[in-house]
Nanobody
């Protein structure tokens, strides 16, 4: 099984920025799209952003224009640059394949946006 390790979360004020990273244990980017998902307190896990074979991207309406997904295939890493953060962005962020995530989830990384 491929392991995915997320990092880069933390505490940030409204309007601030964070950059998340996800490192894969194997080269899967030539086979699968990759995505970021998040789960806020008391909420279902939701899709945030995806990057697919060929480099095309897709974003949830709630983050469009604020978040940017990218990848470094050689380093087996996918990134999520988050700008103009809002309180509603507070969640645990996970990476996984996209558009159909694997059943196996990592521990995620906590993002907390405070006023």
């Amino acid at each position: 099984q491929v392991q995915l390790v997320e990092s880069g979360g933390g505490l940030v004020q409204v309007g601030g920025s964070l950059r998340l990273s996800c490192v894969a244990s194997a080269n899967i980017f030539s086979i699968n799209g990759m995505g970021w998902y998040r789960q806020g307190p008391g909420k279902q896990r939701e899709f945030v952003a995806g990057i697919f074979i060929g480099g095309r991207t897709n974003y949830a309406d709630s983050v469009q224009g604020r978040f940017t997904i990218s990848r470094d295939i050689a380093k087996k890493t996918v990134f999520l640059q988050m700008n103009v953060l809002k309180a509603e962005d507070t969640a645990v962020y996970y990476c996984n394949i996209a558009p159909g995530p694997s059943r196996y989830w990592g521990q995620g990384t906590q993002v907390t946006v405070s006023s």
